[in-house]
């Protein structure tokens, strides 16, 4: 019966996070907690091949692998008070019952603990990533070894040592109080889109299986939308990630080069997507709290409304940078407003926006520096200028597509 | 006179539980100092892979994994502090001076 297979598989997309994290505040043992889900979807796939599938999966599976906790614990003749707290933790939710269809009170909030958890910002970043995506999405050790391009064993070390140091430095399994709560939210935040970066950077063959990353990321941020339906920022990051993903698929050939947004395909965009996204960032908008993920999502929001590259609207993306510059004073927010101006106005100015930040010596090793100044003086016509930046650029690009793309520009401007 | 012993251990050494060290032949002198006496208090720490520390600077609290790096700090004194969970020990930590004088407070959990 494959619809049993894919009802399993279906499940353990939407549930996994939510079992496990259930099992871990019940249980306080993230270890067995992440055992017992493993062992209740082994048994759903027995169990409901022969008694047909559940109404409600989600409770179905939380009720086995609670179940299946208070087995081991028994065994392991645990305290008899700590069995009666398990008992009485997951009573809350109530039995097993085919029947019921109410709202899951409580366990959402499950969720929500174990993102905060994760992605607590006394755990090394590389750690939140990894123990987000093996905890909350489900995803296995090697599957991420695989998308952080290093060994397995490297990666099951790094999970072992944050679960380890939850556990020994007493970082709390909570959502935070409310004055730690807007700091936090940007960290949670921030481990997803980095997540979703780390894919959308993966642009050679090799590294293919990093783009399932884009998916998980955009997974992720459906999922804190729903939790966290009244934080614009929260809406702003998944209309952001939609934005992005929609134009993913052209931003390489079919030879894997790199192609500019200018050169994109725009017919070959994901409109749905799209939309979707700018549908959101509207409901963000909205709220009249803005913040750095939502105007970001606005910029994105002006290049997949421009049917061609010259329709685009650099005026308001400029001005739109100006804002993200107040929340995030960075050079490279400076630097993307400077090709903005570039765009919008003159090269030229875009060029003195350009030399300021050259000046500051902030982003001296940046290639994109280097690379922003060659493409405005390309544009401007000053094509032996242009190719000394390129030159500057190569030297200091590691990525193989962009060190190819830079090569490419420098050739033009050497033979123009 | 007190003084304070400060014991450093080699990174990615064994590591020896408390339960363990008492029973270890060697720290048979150092308990004996202890139940004389001349050793009033102290701890084994959790090993700096389970630290955090905390930095303040302007209105934001930073926090990194792992034990104070900067080579220009030096350890200028010690607290015992006895809180719910980290999220308390760090805000306790971030009260202190010594965390937004251009210094660190390295929050090491107690190995009890």
Same mark, same amino acid.
């Given at each position: 019966?494959p619809?049993? =297979?894919?009802?399993?598989?279906?499940?353990?997309?939407?549930?996994?996070?939510?079992?496990?994290?259930?099992?871990?505040?019940?249980?306080?043992?993230?270890d067995?907690?992440?055992?017992?889900?493993q062992d209740?979807?082994?048994?759903?796939?027995?169990r409901?091949?022969?008694d047909?599938?559940?109404?409600r999966?989600?409770?179905?599976l939380?009720?086995?692998?609670?179940?299946?906790?208070?087995?081991?614990? @028994?065994r392991?003749a645990?305290g008899?008070?700590?069995?009666?707290?398990?008992?009485?933790?997951?009573?809350?939710?109530?039995?097993y019952?085919?029947? !019921?269809?109410?709202?899951?009170?409580?366990?959402e909030?499950? @969720?929500?603990?174990?993102?905060?958890?994760?992605?607590?910002?006394?755990?090394?970043?590389?750690?939140?990533?990894?123990?987000?995506?093996?905890?909350?999405?489900?995803?296995?050790t090697?599957?991420?070894?695989?998308?952080?391009?290093?060994?397995?064993?490297?990666?099951?070390?790094r999970?072992?040592?944050?679960k380890?140091?939850?556990?020994?430095?007493?970082?709390? !399994?909570?959502? *935070?109080?409310?004055?730690?709560l807007?700091?936090?939210?940007?960290?949670?935040?921030?481990?997803?889109?980095?997540?979703?970066?780390?894919?959308?950077?993966?642009?050679?063959? %090799?590294?293919?299986?990093?783009?399932?990353?884009?998916a998980?990321a955009?997974?992720?941020?459906?999922?804190? %939308?729903r939790?966290?339906?009244?934080? *614009?920022?929260?809406?702003?990051?998944?209309?952001?990630?939609? /934005?992005h993903?929609?134009?993913?698929?052209t931003?390489?050939?079919?030879?894997?080069?790199?192609?500019t947004?200018?050169?994109q395909?725009?017919?070959?965009?994901?409109?749905?997507?799209a939309?979707?996204?700018?549908?959101?960032?509207?409901?963000?908008?909205?709220r009249?709290?803005?913040?750095? !993920?939502?105007i970001?999502?606005?910029?994105?929001?002006?290049h997949?409304?421009?049917?061609t590259?010259?329709?685009?609207?650099?005026?308001d993306?400029?001005?739109l940078y100006?804002?993200l510059?107040?929340?995030?004073?960075?050079?490279?927010v400076?630097?993307?407003? %400077?090709v903005?101006?570039?765009?919008?106005?003159?090269p030229d100015?875009? /060029?003195?926006?350009?030399a300021?930040?050259e000046?500051?010596?902030?982003?001296a090793?940046?290639? /994109?520096?280097?690379?922003?100044?060659?493409d405005?003086?390309?544009?401007?016509?000053?094509?032996? =200028?242009?190719?000394?930046? !390129?030159?500057?650029?190569? =030297?200091?690009?590691?990525?193989?597509?962009?060190?190819?793309?830079?090569?490419?520009?420098?050739? =033009?401007c050497?033979?123009? | 006179?007190?003084?304070?012993?400060?014991?450093?251990?080699?990174?990615?050494?064994?590591?020896?539980?408390?339960?363990?060290?008492?029973d270890?032949?060697?720290f048979?002198?150092?308990f004996?100092?202890?139940?004389a006496?001349?050793?009033?208090?102290?701890?084994?720490?959790?090993?700096a892979?389970?630290?955090?520390?905390?930095?303040?600077?302007?209105?934001e609290?930073?926090?990194?994994?792992?034990?104070?790096?900067?080579?220009?700090?030096?350890?200028a004194?010690?607290?015992?502090i006895?809180v719910a969970?980290?999220?308390?020990?760090?805000?306790?930590?971030?009260?202190?001076p010594?965390?937004?004088?251009?210094?660190?407070?390295?929050?090491?959990?107690?190995?009890?």
């Amino acid at each position: 019966m494959p619809d049993v =297979e894919e009802a399993v598989a279906a499940a353990f997309r939407e549930e996994w996070g939510q079992v496990v994290a259930t099992l871990i505040r019940v249980t306080g043992d993230w270890d067995l907690a992440e055992e017992c889900a493993q062992d209740a979807f082994a048994q759903a796939l027995d169990r409901w091949r022969r008694d047909g599938i559940p109404r409600r999966p989600g409770a179905w599976l939380t009720t086995t692998a609670r179940n299946r906790a208070l087995d081991v614990l @028994r065994r392991e003749a645990v305290g008899a008070a700590k069995l009666r707290e398990v008992a009485v933790l997951g009573r809350d939710e109530g039995p097993y019952d085919p029947e !019921y269809d109410g709202e899951d009170s409580g366990v959402e909030d499950d @969720r929500l603990r174990l993102v905060f958890t994760c992605c607590h910002p006394a755990l090394p970043i590389e750690a939140r990533v990894a123990l987000t995506l093996r905890t909350l999405a489900g995803l296995t050790t090697p599957e991420i070894a695989r998308a952080f391009l290093v060994p397995e064993a490297t990666m099951a070390q790094r999970l072992v040592r944050a679960k380890k140091k939850i556990r020994n430095a007493g970082i709390p !399994y909570r959502v *935070p109080p409310a004055h730690l709560l807007p700091e936090r939210t940007t960290g949670v935040l921030g481990v997803v889109y980095l997540l979703f970066n780390e894919g959308y950077a993966a642009s050679s063959g %090799a590294e293919l299986v990093r783009t399932n990353l884009c998916a998980e990321a955009i997974r992720l941020a459906r999922v804190l %939308a729903r939790l966290m339906p009244d934080e *614009p920022e929260v809406l702003g990051l998944l209309a952001l990630l939609l /934005l992005h993903d929609a134009r993913r698929g052209t931003r390489v050939d079919a030879a894997g080069e790199l192609v500019t947004l200018e050169d994109q395909d725009r017919t070959a965009w994901d409109r749905a997507e799209a939309d979707e996204g700018a549908a959101l960032l509207e409901t963000a908008l909205r709220r009249g709290r803005p913040g750095p !993920y939502q105007i970001q999502a606005a910029i994105a929001a002006c290049h997949t409304t421009a049917t061609t590259a010259e329709e685009t609207d650099w005026a308001d993306i400029a001005g739109l940078y100006g804002e993200l510059e107040r929340f995030v004073p960075s050079a490279v927010v400076r630097l993307n407003r %400077a090709v903005a101006v570039g765009m919008a106005q003159h090269p030229d100015a875009g /060029l003195e926006l350009v030399a300021e930040l050259e000046r500051s010596g902030e982003l001296a090793d940046y290639h /994109l520096l280097s690379a922003t100044r060659a493409d405005l003086l390309r544009r401007s016509g000053r094509t032996a =200028e242009a190719a000394v930046a !390129y030159e500057r650029a190569l =030297e200091l690009v590691e990525n193989a597509a962009e060190r190819r793309f830079l090569e490419r520009r420098l050739a =033009e401007c050497r033979s123009a | 006179m007190k003084y304070v012993l400060l014991f450093c251990s080699p990174a990615g050494g064994e590591e020896q539980s408390p339960a363990e060290h008492a029973d270890d032949p060697r720290f048979a002198a150092y308990f004996e100092e202890v139940r004389a006496g001349r050793v009033t208090g102290g701890a084994r720490l959790r090993p700096a892979t389970d630290a955090t520390t905390v930095r303040v600077r302007g209105d934001e609290v930073l926090l990194s994994d792992g034990p104070f790096a900067e080579t220009k700090e030096y350890l200028a004194g010690i607290a015992f502090i006895d809180v719910a969970d980290l999220d308390e020990a760090i805000a306790l930590a971030a009260r202190h001076p010594a965390a937004s004088d251009g210094g660190s407070v390295e929050v090491r959990p107690v190995w009890e």
